[in-house]
């Protein structure tokens, strides 16, 4: 995808928030059942309005049976002009649960940028500039350092490849990931795509 990628600290006042991004989508971390209670979801419902949360939850009930994993995600219209899709991609099965012990924020960041994969195949061109919060920054207590450098793993993983679905992105992350704890402090890890290329690849 060509375009613009904008990442902002999680907010509750309007001024530098995501509202104020003119992009194609913005990108919330929800819960599995995409209830927007809190946090960033809260300020989206209140912005597009409460069928925003119908949308996400329908999504959620017709792709996966009503509870949407970690690692998984939904595009839905917003009904607004700007932006035109919202991503719902769940970094906590509950709300406000502390998932700084976790691969949550990778795992969402990059199941995100998967569905803007999957939009773009099926309408080319429809997402082509994205704006995201800091994933689990807030909420789900992940410092701000590790909470960047999980998101640009998962940025770094939608410029390498396009999942044939969820559950093969998940099994890559957590196979990859699952001992970043013992690499050197601050290194930035980079995901090894799987050596099968789909023919969407972008």
């Known amino acids: 995808m060509a375009g613009r990628v904008r990442r902002h600290s999680r907010s509750r006042d309007p001024p530098g928030s995501i509202l104020d ?6 990108v919330t971390p929800t819960n599995s059942r995409g209830r927007m209670d809190g946090g960033v979801d809260a300020v989206i419902k209140r912005h597009l309005g409460a069928g925003i949360q119908l949308r996400v939850q329908r999504a959620i009930r017709a792709q996966f049976a009503g509870s949407l994993p970690v690692g ?14 919202l991503i719902s991609t769940p970094t906590m099965e509950q ?3 502390n998932v700084r012990e976790t691969l949550n924020v990778a795992l969402a960041s990059a199941a995100a940028f998967q569905a803007v994969h999957l939009q773009n195949a099926e309408a080319p061109g429809s997402i082509r500039s994205v704006a995201l919060v800091g994933m689990g920054a807030r909420t789900g207590r992940v410092p ?3 909470c960047a450098n999980l998101m640009w793993t998962g940025y770094t993983l939608f410029h390498d490849f396009r999942f044939d679905d969820y559950d093969d992105l998940r099994s890559t992350v957590v196979a990859q990931l699952d001992d970043i704890d013992g690499g050197p402090a601050g ?4 995901i090894t795509p799987p050596q099968r290329r789909t023919a969407g690849r972008r």
């Open 144 to 146: 701000a350092r590790v």
């Open 187 to 190: 290194e930035r890890v980079r």
């Open 95 to 97: 709300s406000s649960q």
């Open 72 to 85: 998984s995600a939904v595009c839905v219209a917003s009904g607004a002009v700007e932006p035109k899709f």
């Open 21 to 26: 991004e003119a992009v194609d989508a913005w």
